[in-house]
């Protein structure tokens, strides 16, 4: 079983309107609009700018190690890139290779797929 599926176009679709729609996202490049989306209570926080570019590796195996412990072993989560390809992700699987969990710009975003009772 692979641990990165691709999302079809029209789950991609779907799983976009509804994160624009219940996280309020209004994605921008300009600082003065951060956030650029809104996050239900209670949430977690992860300051991460002390790393740096040799220290990649280590972020990744943490973040993973996040992911598995909020996971079941067959469960997978919504790995979203905005406007790029976007897929299913099951941390269990073996090692992130597809989306980083280092932001280089873009939005990337893990999410629960329990959240979407449809999916």
Known sequence: MDNWVSLSSELYRLVWDKFYEHFNFKPS???????SFSLPSPYITYKITSYMDDDI???ERKCVACLKAVTEPDEYLYALDWQHESFQYNPH???????????????YLFINKQADSKH
């Open 57 to 59: 590796d280590d972020l």
């Open 29 to 35: 490049i300009h600082s003065s609009d951060w956030p």
């Open 93 to 107: 699987l073996g090692p992130p290779s597809t989306i980083s969990f280092y932001p280089d710009g873009d939005y």
